[in-house]
């Protein structure tokens, strides 16, 4: 029996979060399943509710993602649910214990029907779309490689991903090791520095990949013009008034010449990308003639500007 915790002063019992499944049981009209799998491990659950929102809420509505939040204490037994032990060798900080997360990922493996060898429950494959395919297991990590917009492509493209959200110093080097047993194992980390655990980072990778998937945006044409989507950045953009405190919106937006305003927003971006982010123009191989000039002009420009 678990301990009872005491009442606080109103007498309204403390609600447990919904862990698992976030997604709703699919109407028929959603039989064709839905598009991608995502499950995510974390001691913080409720700090993933955020996804149940906007965009991504609604794709779980609509039964085009299905979304799983696991608790890792719930496979914990012992009375406290401890998840962590301090570090073999010695050093600051704690290590998160293998077996709870080998318990999760196990039960992750067992529900979808992509199975161990000859550990599920009666060998039999449910869901045809994982057979064949390892789950890809992401394990956010300050050590991991950087993800980015062609990573998140990447990932757009999977069956079932699953985000293993680490706290203190990180998980038992062998449970990681068995883990890329039975998955495609990504140590990912989101940019160099440091957070307190996976579970922001787990977000941010989730957001990036899901608005990705067909069907998941409402205007797929909204994700072609983006910044990064092609390694530049987004054009600066304006609404009405045309005239707001005295500030005026480019003339050339106003002109109705639709070659003229694509070829300013292009130059827009290309000045931007070379002010802000020099790093990913060196990156590029498809430059066409009128970026080039384009790109001498500014740095002309800019030349005579701090001379
Ligand atoms: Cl993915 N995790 C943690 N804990 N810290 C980070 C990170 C991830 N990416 C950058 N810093």
Redesign the pocket.
């Known amino acids: 029996m678990s301990e009872v915790p005491p009442m606080t002063g109103d007498d309204t019992p403390t609600e447990a979060v919904p862990l698992e499944p976030v997604t709703p049981a699919p109407t028929p009209t959603e039989a064709a399943g839905p598009q991608m799998s995502i499950d995510v491990v974390s001691i913080f659950p409720e700090y993933l509710a955020g996804l149940q929102l906007s965009l991504i809420g609604k794709a779980v509505e609509r039964g085009q993602l299905s979304l799983g939040v696991h608790d890792l204490r719930d496979f914990t037994f012992d009375r406290h649910n401890t998840v962590d032990d301090s570090p073999y060798g010695g050093g600051a900080g704690m290590v998160m214990k293998a077996e709870p997360w080998a318990l999760a990922l196990e039960h992750i493996l067992g529900e979808l029907g992509s199975t161990i060898e000859g550990e599920s429950p009666n060998g039999v494959r449910t869901d045809d779309a994982v057979v064949g395919s390892k789950p890809t297991l992401i394990v956010?990590?300050?050590a991991?490689k950087v993800?980015d917009q062609r990573i998140a492509e990447d990932l757009a493209d999977r069956d079932h991903l699953v985000f293993a959200c680490?706290r203190y110093e990180g998980i038992d080097q062998r449970v990681i090791d068995w883990a890329a047993e039975h998955f495609e194992l990504l140590p990912?980390?989101?940019?160099?520095?440091?957070?307190?655990?996976?579970e922001v980072?787990?977000m941010v990778?989730i957001e990036a990949i899901s608005r990705l998937i067909p069907g998941v945006i409402g205007n797929p044409e909204s994700l072609a013009e983006e910044s990064h989507e092609d390694g530049l950045l987004e054009y600066p953009i304006y609404t009405k008034p045309a005239n707001w405190r005295g500030r005026e919106v480019p003339e050339i937006l106003l002109s109705g010449n639709h070659a003229a305003i694509a070829r300013w927003r292009r130059d827009r971006r290309l000045e931007r990308t070379a002010e802000v982010r020099p790093d990913l123009l060196e990156r590029l191989d498809d430059l066409n003639k009128d970026d080039l000039v384009a790109l001498e002009r500014f740095e002309s420009e800019r030349s005579t500007v701090t001379e």
């Open positions: 956010p990590s300050p991991g993800f680490g990912m980390s989101i940019g160099d520095y440091v957070l307190n655990g996976g980072a787990s990778m």
